[in-house]
């Protein structure tokens, strides 16, 4: 069987070529009132609502071809503190960090993206055959990485160890959860739900219908698949492009009843009594 290579920090796995310097100091980034962190577990829709707040702040105008979306929105435990210390307030940060290691303060916001763990996997699975330099797996299969994903044996650690304490936190003030899969049926509303967490500044971006339509638009996953560039670095030609698929349910394609039963299993087991039992219904679970 093919594994991934990963870096190891602290026993937490990072894809090769993150600097462990860039982990440490991320540990340690003191979060302001301002801050506004976008936060997910790896491939539940990070890169789709960076653009959304970036897209919110520049009032629905694109981001030019030539830019890329990391310059302004940077990811925490990649660059490392020093990095977001310089950008102007408010600072959109990026992380993957679990909630006991996400810098935090009560007044910064923290959106927090959650997507069902079957169309993650098939993603991350994309993701990680494709980024040959941080995991060396462009061979692996589908299986082979499966068995990873399941043992919760993957960059940044276990789905359930992300998304089950996140979830506890769900309502607190300064915490927006939101689903991967309600932003695709009702993208508006999700806009909408953000510009209101943003606060006053941006709260005319929803009267105004324009600037609201441009940033729909903009989001949408047709307009994200062109210029690629602007998301990620340019991934082989044999590999699915960044923004891939951007669909509910793929994950059909992929599991064996075997796998799907497995994954059923970790779920109800990891999600018990914990409000999350239900909110994939009919998503994972065929009938
Ligand atoms: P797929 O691989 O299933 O297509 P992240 O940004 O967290 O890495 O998540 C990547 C996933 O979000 C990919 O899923 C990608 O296609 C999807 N995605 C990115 N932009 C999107 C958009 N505007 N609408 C819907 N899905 C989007």
Redesign the pocket.
């Known amino acids: 069987m093919k594994k991934p290579s990963y870096y190891y920090h602290n026993g937490f796995r990072m894809p090769m070529g993150f600097p462990i310097e860039g982990f440490t100091s991320a540990l340690n980034y003191q979060a302001q009132p301002s801050d506004i962190f976008i936060v997910?577990y790896?491939?539940?829709?990070?890169?789709?609502t960076q653009y959304i707040v970036w897209l919110i702040q520049h009032n629905g105008e694109p981001l030019s071809a030539s830019k890329k979306i990391e310059d302004d929105i940077p990811h925490l435990e990649e660059v490392g503190k020093e990095k977001i210390e310089i950008l102007p307030q408010p600072r959109v940060i990026k992380t993957h960090f679990p909630y006991n290691l996400t810098p935090y303060h009560p007044q910064a916001k923290y959106i927090y993206i959650a997507r069902n763990p079957f169309?993650c996997a098939?993603?991350f699975y994309?993701?990680t055959r494709g980024f040959i330099k941080h995991y060396n797996f462009a061979e692996g299969s589908f299986e082979d990485f499966f068995e990873c994903f399941i043992k919760g044996e993957v960059d940044f650690g276990d789905y359930f160890d992300h998304l089950v304490p996140w979830y506890k936190h769900k309502d607190e003030h300064n915490v927006l959860f939101l689903t991967y899969e309600n932003m695709?049926i009702e993208p508006k509303n999700a806009i909408i739900d953000i510009i209101n967490f943003l606060g006053k500044a941006y709260k005319d971006r929803i009267k105004n219908e324009e600037i609201l339509n441009k940033i729909i638009i903009n989001?949408?996953?047709e307009n994200?698949k062109k210029d690629q560039q602007r998301w990620s670095s340019k991934r082989p030609e044999n590999m699915p492009p960044f923004?891939?698929?951007?669909?509910v349910g793929?994950w059909e394609n992929y599991f064996s009843p075997e796998q799907q039963q497995r994954l059923i299993e970790k779920f109800m087991i990891r999600t018990a009594g914990t409000g999350l039992e239900t909110l994939w219904n009919g998503i994972i679970i065929r009938s």
């Open positions: 997910t790896p491939k539940c829709g990070t890169t789709w169309d098939v993603s994309h993701h695709k989001s949408s996953l994200m923004i891939r698929k951007g669909q793929d």
